[in-house]
C-alpha cells in the first residue's frame, strides 16, 4: 500500500484541523480515542475500525493510476516524486464544512487552533450542528466567522446537507454555496474533502499562484484548464498546492 501518512494528515487537509499530533502518533476523540500512526511500511490504528480508516484515507485510490495522469506535466511530476504516498482524505461532512469555514482568511495554525475550540464544546468530537447553533464561541476567537458558523449550524440542523451526496457536481456547488459564509473555494474543499468528488479544484491564492507560474493559466481559466487531470482533478490540487507552498513563497 502507498502511503505516506504524515504528509496525508499535515497537508492543509481537514484531519489536519481536526486531529491532533503527539510524538509519531495522530489522535482525535470519536465513539473513543483514536489513534493513527505508520510504522514502516505498515499503517496502524486502535480505537477505530478498519473500515473508518479505509475511508479516511481512501485507501481504495490507486495512487500509481492517478500518478500516470499527473505526471503528464512536469511541474506535477515534480510533486509526485517529492511528496509520493500522499492522498487525499474523507472527513465527515459537517466537520469538513466547520473546518473550512475556519479556514476563511486565515492561515493553518489558527484553523486549527479554531477548529480544536470548537471541539472542545465536545470532549474533542465536533458538535452537533444543533449544538453548535446554539453554543458560546467567543473562546474559540472566530472573529466574522461565527456568524457564518452559526447562521450554517442552524440550516444544516434543519437538513441542509441532506443529498447533496446524490447530486451532479455542479448543483451539489450551488446547494452548499446557498449556506453562509460559503463560496466557491469553500464548497469545492467541502465537496472534495468532504463527499469524495474528485472533480473538485478549489483554488486559494496558492493554487492560483501555481496555476499561473507552471501553466500561464489565469484564474479565470482554472476550472476549464483542470479538466486536463480528470477524473483526479482533487489530486492534482493537492500536489500542486504542497508544491506551490514550498517553491511560490514570496
Known amino acids: 500500500m502507498l502511503l505516506n501518512l504524515r504528509l496525508t494528515m499535515e497537508s492543509g487537509q481537514p484531519p489536519e484541523f481536526l486531529w491532533q499530533k503527539q510524538g509519531s502518533r495522530y489522535f482525535r476523540m470519536l465513539d473513543t480515542r483514536a489513534e493513527l500512526w505508520q510504522d514502516g511500511s505498515v499503517l496502524r490504528y486502535r480505537g477505530c475500525s478498519g473500515e473508518y480508516v479505509h475511508r479516511l484515507l481512501r485507501l481504495e485510490d490507486r495512487l ?23 492522498r487525499l482524505t474523507l472527513s465527515e461532512p459537517w466537520e469538513t464544512l466547520v473546518a473550512f469555514l475556519c479556514s476563511i482568511n486565515n492561515n493553518i495554525p489558527r484553523i486549527k487552533r479554531n477548529v480544536q475550540a470548537i471541539m472542545s464544546l465536545a470532549g474533542g468530537r465536533m458538535p452537533a450542528p444543533e449544538v453548535l447553533a446554539e453554543a458560546e464561541l467567543k473562546h474559540a476567537r472566530l472573529g466574522f466567522r461565527e456568524r457564518f458558523i452559526k447562521r450554517s449550524a442552524e440550516l444544516v440542523a434543519e437538513g441542509a446537507l441532506e443529498g447533496i451526496e446524490r447530486l451532479e457536481f455542479q448543483e451539489a456547488k450551488r446547494e452548499l454555496m446557498r449556506l453562509p459564509g460559503v463560496g466557491e473555494k469553500v464548497a469545492e474543499c467541502v465537496l472534495l474533502f468532504g463527499y469524495g468528488f474528485l472533480e473538485a479544484f478549489p483554488v486559494d491564492v496558492w493554487i492560483a499562484r501555481a496555476m499561473q ?11 476549464s484548464f483542470s479538466a486536463r487531470w480528470e477524473p483526479y482533478q482533487g489530486y492534482a490540487q493537492q500536489y500542486l498546492y504542497l508544491l506551490a507552498r514550498e517553491e511560490l513563497k514570496p
Do not use: K, P
Open 213 to 223: 507560474e507552471y501553466f500561464g493559466v489565469s484564474r479565470s481559466r482554472i476550472e
Open 64 to 86: 500509481e493510476e492517478v500518478y500516470e495522469v499527473l505526471c503528464r506535466d512536469e511541474a506535477l511530476a515534480r510533486a509526485v516524486r517529492r511528496f509520493r504516498g500522499l
